[in-house]
């Protein structure tokens, strides 16, 4: 089968550029499975988890927003941050849900604050979700 | 003829003066390095932003969206004038400031963002049009830092009436070069080639959606790559100017040490006549 090369890019650095089977991306309107081969697509991506799968294995990557372009075979990723499993705290990452539901409690919903603390709320619960299936 | 003990003195001083200059020429080398290295780790994501953006305003050219045309309606402008937090760069600041004066009697309606101490300081006792004033932002040299600052120019562009947006800054051409570049920042200028990407892309969710979010993120990539080329010019500068502070120094100490060595020379011939005569005074 042939592969997909997924690359990395973020404003400081250029991380990942390897060939996989298959990878999962958390797009703004779901999560889609890019293969070889796939058509030239172009889209946003929403908090989530990024799964890249080559033969049999699986590495698993916190992402929180930024976009996507498939093109010639060639995955690119343009985001800010990205965390792989050994770069998230849990307990840490726990303190800052609760953190943000507390504050999202306390401030109006028109409020900067408020959305703030969603975009906050997102990022723990993406870590959270990652960190928890790890052992799944 | 001076005092033997003054010009010592003097001597020692010009040469802590020169090892206080040599260090720093030392240190603005060293931040030159790291400076550059972020601009060249920068580009492979600045520089693709750049294509997605010119590939989707290829497919959309009627496309009104703000970030992107010419607003119908004139509103305010503002313009960023990026300086250093720090002096002792030679003529960084002031090429700045002289270009940012030039810009100001033409446009005296323009409101000014400054980034960086020095502008700052220099342009609130000649103007009472800034708005908002960023400084020490060149000691933690983080993306996020650019972000903030990006969100703010975003939200005086898109909230605030504001229909242009300039901004004024050092280019890094090299270690003895810098060029001061005025340049728009919004509306997003239309790319200077119109070749055609030929790849047709499917976008989700929809074509206005990923302008804005490009448009933004591009913004934040421009703010990001100015303070880098700022703060690489700025180092360079300094390093220019370190390294012929430290030259004139090594000069005026060599200066010093010859007039030093006739002074002795004087005095060691004066002791001697004294001396000499004495002994011709008893001999008599």
């Given at each position: 089968m042939s592969k997909i090369s997924v690359l990395i890019l973020q404003p400081f650095t250029t991380k990942i550029s390897g060939d996989f089977d298959h990878v999962i991306i958390p797009g703004v309107e779901g999560d889609f499975g890019v293969y070889a081969e796939h058509t030239p697509f172009i889209t946003k991506i929403r908090p989530g988890i990024l799964q890249l799968f080559n033969e049999g294995s699986v590495q698993k990557y916190a992402i929180h927003d930024g976009f996507v372009t498939v093109d010639a075979n060639l995955i690119r990723i343009l985001c800010e941050t990205i965390e792989g499993m050994d770069e998230i705290d849990l307990s840490r990452a726990e303190a800052a849900r609760q953190r943000a539901e507390k504050r999202m409690k306390e401030t109006a919903e028109a409020d900067i604050d408020f959305r703030r603390a969603e975009v906050a709320l997102k990022k723990a619960l993406v870590r959270i979700d990652l960190k928890k299936n790890e052992s799944l | 003829m001076e005092n033997i003990r003054d010009i010592k003195i003097r001597i020692d001083s010009i040469k802590s003066t020169r090892q206080i200059t040599k260090a720093m020429k030392m240190v603005a080398a060293a931040n030159l390095r790291k400076a550059q290295n972020k601009i060249l780790k920068a580009r492979p994501y600045a520089d693709y932003i750049e294509l997605m953006l010119k590939v989707i305003r290829f497919k959309n050219k009627?496309?009104?969206?703000p970030l992107i045309s010419e607003p119908e309606i004139k509103g305010k402008t503002a313009f960023v004038v990026v300086t250093s937090d720090?002096?002792?760069?030679?003529s960084f600041n002031y090429n700045i400031i002289r270009q940012a004066m030039e810009y100001i009697s033409q446009n005296p309606q323009a409101d000014i963002i400054c980034i960086g101490r020095k502008g700052f300081d220099y342009l609130k006792k000649r103007t009472d049009r800034i708005i908002k004033s960023h400084r020490d932002?060149?000691?933690?040299?983080?993306f996020s830092v650019s972000v903030e600052v990006a969100s703010f120019l975003l939200d005086l562009y898109l909230l605030e009436n504001y229909s242009q947006i300039n901004v004024i800054y050092n280019e890094y051409k090299s270690v003895i070069q810098q060029r001061v570049v005025l340049k728009q920042l919004l509306p997003i200028q239309p790319p200077e080639d119109d070749t055609i990407h030929p790849l047709d892309f499917i976008y989700e969710p929809d074509q206005d959606t990923l302008i804005e979010e490009l448009g933004r993120k591009y913004i934040d990539v421009e703010i990001w790559r100015v303070m880098l080329e700022s703060s690489a010019a700025e180092q360079g500068a300094r390093m220019t100017a370190m390294d012929s502070a430290t030259d004139n120094a090594s000069e005026l100490i060599g200066q010093l040490t010859l007039k030093f060595n006739r002074a002795r020379q004087a005095s060691i011939t004066t002791e001697i006549i004294e001396i000499a005569s004495g002994a011709e005074a008893i001999k008599s």
């Open positions: - | 009627e496309s009104r969206h720090r002096g002792l760069c030679g932002l060149f000691n933690q040299m983080d």
